[in-house]
Each structure stands twice: as structure tokens, then as C-alpha cells.
């Protein structure tokens, strides 16, 4: 404490027990003050930086809802849909959001590959009775439709044909009933982040970015005192 111990010098206490004494205790209380602001910096720093982190992994997920949205041509509240309806029936969302962008790709190609012949076969258009390509999400349905019709074998040798994961097979294979009704499930339990939230949650990416850089500084600098 070597500013108390100036101001004893400067002042010239004469410093008998009793002024020891209380110079002590004055050292001990400033000891213990830096000490406590020292952990309240510490629990603030680290408390600032748990929210950052929550903030920044919800911000993030509404950026990869937004690019998805982008790929594969859906609506975010139909995109969160098909993805909560895999994960109900065990299926992997990520395969299934893969698929409906591989399936968009393949239909909106301006050269007629392999696997628009393949639809073709199976019998399902990609372009409705006005010429317009239609959505992948409504394709992949009517694939379900035909696919529901066969032998499970025969499903799954279609499937690989036609660019389908086995785990939107297994999605599928709930039918359209049971894939309106996972949907509206989805609706109903809260599990869609609604459109201008996905919006306002992406625009706050930068700045929460900025907010973790800040509290990690912070935490350096009472690291370093």
C-alpha cells in the first residue's frame, strides 16, 4: 500500500501504536476493496462473456437460417418445418436440408441432367401447368407420394436414383398427412423463430461479435494487473 505509507511521510505522522494500528487496518480495507472489485470484474467479465456466447450462437443461427433459406428456395417458416419434422421422426434435419438443395439445383439446372430424367421417370414434373418451376419442397412430396407406393426395397433403389437420403426416406415414408401434421406440431410447440426474428437476430451478429472481442479484452487486461 505505498500510498498510504507517502501519505504517512508527507503529512509526517508520527506513528505511534495506536496510529500503526490504524494505518494497518486502512491497508487491510484497501487490500480487501481491490480484492473484491478484482472477483466482481471477474464474475462480470465471465458473466458478460456466457451471454456473448449465447447471443452470438443464436445470431449465428439465424444467419445459417437466412443462407438456407437462400439455397434452397423456401421460406424460413418452411424451412424450420421440414428441419423440425426430421429431427420428430428421428431423421437427420441436415441430410434432409441437403437434399431439398441438391433437389433445387437439379431442377433449376438449364441442362437437363440424370436426375431430372430420373423424376421424369418416376413420374413427377418439376415445372407446374403454367411452365414455372415449382418449389423443391413441393416436388420432394410428391417423390414421397410415388415412393410410398412401392416395396421398401424398391423405395430405397428410387431414392438413391433420384438423389434421396435414406433419412428423408424415412421422412417420407410419414406421408403428406403425417407431414402436415409434424408441421403444424412445429407451429404449435414454438419451435419456428419467426421471419423479422431470424432478420433482426442476423443484423446483431456484427455487434455481439464485437461485444465478445470487448469482454475478452477486458478479462486480458485483469489477467494481466
Known sequence: MAVVDELVTLLSFKTSP?????????????????????????????????????LLSASDKAIELQKLSQSTNLSTDSLQQWQYAAEAVGASSAAVTSDLESLLKTMSSPIPGELNMELMMLGVSVHNASGQLRGADEVLKDVGDKLNK??????????????????TLMLLKQGRQGLSELFEEAQLVGAIIPEDAINRGAELSKSIKTLKTVFQALGNSIALS
Not at 473484491?36 to 470484474?41: C, L
Not at 412401392?150 to 433419412?167: K, L
Request: zero cysteines; charged letters at 20%.
Open 18 to 54: 495506536g496510529t500503526e494500528k490504524a494505518i494497518k487496518s486502512i491497508k487491510d480495507g484497501i487490500s480487501t476493496l481491490k480484492s473484491e472489485i478484482t472477483k466482481w470484474a471477474a464474475a462480470a467479465t465471465a458473466a458478460g462473456a456466457a451471454t456473448s456466447a449465447f
Open 150 to 167: 412401392m416395396s421398401s426395397a424398391r423405395a430405397v433403389q428410387w431414392a438413391e436414383r433420384v438423389g434421396i437420403s435414406n433419412d
